[in-house]
């Protein structure tokens, strides 16, 4: 099945630095969310963004699909960005669901 | 605010106990998912249903039972767990079942079995 690899595992900034976390996958997609999980467990869609580039206020996403990876930018970093950045990626086959990434776990300092 | 609504937010039940995970969504979605998720781990796919109808099932112990009595609200039910079932359950929902589709996940329910 498809592999999807996260990078970098753990990441710590302080309070207004900008960052970029990467999201590998080995095969096409036809799907690649990333969702943020806040510290008391919820999931909250960031972008869908199987292709292209996004942008949401302080945050922004660009998936390569032709490269299989896809970058989400934080930037101006804030503490509520605290919490694990989940990729998850959809193949072209249909039916298969989301393959996630093992995440990034974000700790923003003030 | 999430529209995928779970209840209970937080239960503690025995290994003797029955218990149920309620979910809810009113986005018109025809899929509806259950998710376990362990500490320091991505969510895990349980359950999948399409239209009602179950589609996915992986390979979940029967101690779990899903239940979908409409295409808005979906169920689990929980008997005879053990303490490593401990986890949070994050139910989805999305358009279809299809891996086109945008995934929403509910806020979770965390249990603990003692």
């Known amino acids: 099945g498809i592999q999807v690899e996260q990078s970098p595992p753990d990441l710590i900034l302080q309070e207004g630095a900008n960052s970029t976390l990467r999201c590998n996958f080995s095969d096409s997609v036809n799907n690649l969310q990333w969702f943020h999980q806040n510290p008391w467990g919820q999931l909250i869609n960031l972008f869908y963004?199987?292709?292209g580039t996004k942008q949401n206020g302080r945050l922004s996403a660009t998936t390569v699909a032709t490269e299989r990876y896809s970058l989400l930018y934080i930037s101006s970093s804030q503490t509520t960005d605290s919490g694990v950045y989940f990729c998850?990626?959809?193949?072209?086959?249909?039916?298969?669901?989301?393959?996630f990434g093992k995440g990034t776990r974000l700790s923003v300092i003030a | 605010d999430t529209e995928v609504t779970q209840t209970p937010k937080h239960l503690v039940m025995g290994m003797t106990n029955k218990k149920s995970l309620k979910c809810e969504q009113h986005m018109g979605h025809r899929a509806m998912y259950w998710y376990k998720q362990k500490a320091k781990k991505p969510p895990e796919l349980m359950f999948v249903y399409s239209y009602e109808k179950l589609s996915i099932n992986e390979s979940v112990p029967s101690r779990f039972s899903p239940e979908c009595p409409n295409s808005s609200l979906l169920n689990l039910h929980l008997h005879a767990l053990q303490p490593e079932d401990s986890a949070l359950y994050l139910c989805a929902s999305s358009y279809s079942s299809g891996n086109t589709g945008e995934l929403f996940f509910g806020e979770g329910s965390r249990l603990t079995v003692l």
């Open positions: 963004i199987p292709s």
């Open positions: 998850a990626v959809g193949v072209d086959s249909g039916n298969t669901p989301l393959v």
